[in-house]
């Protein structure tokens, strides 16, 4: 199947994430409900919903994104669509930063402005209830299930090395943290401390602003053509030492450089190679391309390009960067 | 099951009302127990507020009045504009201010607005304003308003 990595239960994993996405929008809009009805005048609670609200986007583009990059390549976009995705998380990554500023400067005046926050009472069941115990009830509903879904989806993002999918899981598992820090607003009102509130609004928009700073990281790494990097970002991914190795080893190889990229899921390998000898056969080389395709499930192209001398640009794809980001 | 999630979400609150939260920041009700006076602006808006006479007359002063009395207090009176009022209920000076006003006023982010306490004939919502963020007392008015609400519904029908 295109897209996805040669593994045995990559299909079955894209489906249950494609489920999870689909159970994740539904539940998101419940907790936006919700919170709408008993966010009174938290400004806490105004924050958690805008999250909730952005957090609509990653299980939207992930399922419009699984569509649009499973087009096959044309004339016009040769490479396929693949990059559609990523130009798209781009922009969502972009949206929580700036609305996650905005949030904190927001909570920010709250406080200086000395507002306290009027949060009064809820007719429930013929009865008149303090609406903040309502909204520590929503909190729990916001945070709990979503950590149970962080999980499964690092689960699929993992089988399918998908990075935006595992973002979205990061997101979801620290949830929990925006939501202790809203319900920690919320009783903190209760005892009369009117600034927790807006302090928990802080709170929650740099936790908007760490996930908005996170997305940015992992999608222009992608639009940039980083060297692949594993799941959680913090370490090289092996494959392009493994594919070095490989053609390192064939007897009729003298130099080589390997340029690997990841385009959505899959990695797709350039190697310029410098032969020993000016005679080689293309049957040699062709087989040397496709048994490199094996080093990794992830690999679905490698292309192999014979030169006498490495150009200039190639060759510095061996020096490590100045400046590291 | 129902009848048990019914419980549970009213025994709850209850419990934590009988320790006292939410409480005010600037302890209105306490000050309103003590001193036995409701402190509320009034701004000419018949029918809800007329204010020509000697005392406040109308469905809204009615109301204060009848509320004042089911926490013990009496109610001093200040005859002001919409505008001078909300911002005495923002420095404190006041506890309640009543204008007639709809549910969906342009107040409602400066001040407290009330739980509704009645429709007028086109089907609108009627709130009291209340001094911002003093949740415990905001809660009381919203009881007793709700209360108020669910007794001339069930007169009506």
């Known amino acids: 199947m295109r897209g996805i990595p040669r593994k045995p239960n990559a299909e079955q994993e894209l489906a249950k994430a494609r489920r999870l996405a689909i159970i994740s929008i539904v539940y998101i809009l419940s907790t936006i409900c919700m919170l709408f009805f008993v966010m009174a005048g938290s400004q806490a609670l105004k924050t958690e919903m805008t999250g909730e609200f952005l957090s609509l986007i990653p299980p939207m583009l992930f399922l419009l994104g699984d569509k649009i990059s499973r087009r096959e390549p044309n004339e016009k976009y040769p490479f396929g669509y693949e990059r559609a995705v990523s130009a798209g998380y781009v922009g969502a990554a972009i949206a929580l930063l700036a609305v996650g500023v905005y949030l904190m400067f927001d909570g920010a005046m709250k406080l200086v402005k000395l507002e306290h926050p009027t949060i009064g009472g809820f007719p429930l069941f013929g009865h008149v209830i303090w609406t903040g115990w309502l909204g520590i009830a929503v909190l729990l509903w916001s945070s709990i299930p979503a950590c149970f879904l962080g999980r499964a989806k690092r689960q699929a993002a993992e089988v399918l090395h998908d990075k935006t999918l595992a973002a979205d899981a990061e997101i979801n598992v620290a949830d929990w943290q925006s939501a202790a820090a809203a319900i920690f607003g919320m009783v903190g009102v209760a005892f009369g401390l009117w600034w927790a509130d807006a302090a928990a609004a802080v709170l929650i928009s740099l936790q908007i602003i760490r996930s908005g700073w996170s997305e940015l990281k992992t999608a222009l790494g992608d639009v940039m053509d980083r060297r692949p990097l594993t799941l959680d970002l913090k370490e090289e991914d092996p494959v392009p030492a493994q594919l070095t190795e490989f053609f390192e080893r064939q007897p009729w190889v003298k130099d080589v450089v390997v340029r690997v990229r990841e385009r959505g899921r899959e990695f797709t390998a350039e190697v310029h190679v410098v032969p020993k000898g000016d005679q080689i056969s293309v049957e040699k080389m062709s087989r040397a391309g496709q048994l490199a395709c094996e080093v990794d499930p992830r690999l679905a192209d490698v292309t192999v390009a014979p030169v006498t001398k490495l150009p200039d640009d190639v060759a510095r794809a061996r020096q490590p960067a100045e400046q590291d980001s | ?157």
């Not at chain 2, 009302?17 to 602006?41: F, I, M, N, Q, Y």
Request: aromatic share 6%; hydrophobic share 40%.
């Open chain 2, 1 to 157: 099951m129902a009848r048990l999630l019914r419980f549970i979400g009213a025994a709850i609150p209850m419990l934590l009302a009988s320790c006292g939260l939410p409480r005010d920041p600037e302890k209105t009700s306490e000050r309103v127990a003590s001193t036995h006076e409701l402190r509320v602006g009034v701004s000419d808006n018949p029918p809800w507020t007329i204010t020509n006479g000697a005392e406040p007359t109308g469905i809204e002063p009615d109301l204060i009045r009848r509320f004042a009395s089911s926490i013990g207090a009496h109610v001093l009176w200040t005859r002001a504009s919409e505008t001078q009022l909300v911002q005495a209920l923002k420095e404190g000076q006041l506890d309640v201010v009543a204008a007639g006003l709809e549910k969906k006023t342009q107040w409602s982010t400066t001040a407290g607005a009330s739980q509704p306490y009645g429709e007028d004939g086109q089907g609108k919502k009627h709130i009291l304003l209340a001094a911002p963020g003093e949740n415990r007392f905001i809660l009381t008015l919203d009881t007793f308003l709700t209360e108020q609400m669910r007794a001339s519904k069930r007169h009506q029908a």
